[in-house]
């Protein structure tokens, strides 16, 4: 099984499992990092927090779960974690959690000459947002942001 092959197959296992726990899987990264192979898993809650307590019972459920499997056949380092404070928004649901809360949207295309847009995040509609910034109330399409981060203060 090639890399992307079991990446797929990680994330199925991995999503559902958190899912069954009433959690979500933010991001997976399964790469080489120093001289070891790292599975690293950053989960969190819908309505956002996880505790270090969950995250070593997660730890547990996931390396236990992998190991009956068989599925990574070398040596791993399995870590589970929480996205933190300054958690990537990627998608709608993200954005949602975050309303009127001040980010920085970086986009894959300008809106309105920027690159980037600061300001505090008043509405999140089907495929857009629309983020205050001290020059006005730009309506910003989801497919054009790469990415966003709360900015915290």
């Known amino acids: 099984m ?3 092959e079991l990446l797929k197959e990680l994330d199925v296992i991995i999503r559902g499992n958190l899912k069954e726990q009433g959690m979500e899987l933010v991001e997976l990264i399964f790469r080489y990092e120093g001289s ?8 969190d809650r819908p309505e956002g927090g ?6 070593a019972v997660l730890n547990s ?3 236990g779960m992998l190991e009956e499997r068989g599925i990574i056949p070398e040596r791993y380092v399995l870590e589970v974690c929480s996205p933190g404070l300054d958690r990537p928004l990627t998608v ?33 509609k089907e495929g857009s947002l629309v983020i205050e910034t001290d020059a006005g109330s730009p ?4 497919e054009k942001i790469a990415r966003g981060k709360q900015i915290i203060k």
């Open 92 to 124: 709608k649901q993200d954005f949602a959690r975050s309303l009127n809360r001040r980010m920085r949207l970086f986009l894959r295309e300008a809106v309105e000459d920027n690159i980037e847009i600061e300001g505090i995040l008043r509405e999140v």
């Open 139 to 142: 309506e910003v399409p989801l």
């Open 61 to 63: 459920r996931i390396g």
């Open 2 to 4: 090639n890399k992307e």
């Open 50 to 55: 996880i505790t270090l307590g969950e995250c």
């Open 36 to 43: 070891g192979l790292v599975l690293r898993v950053i989960a």
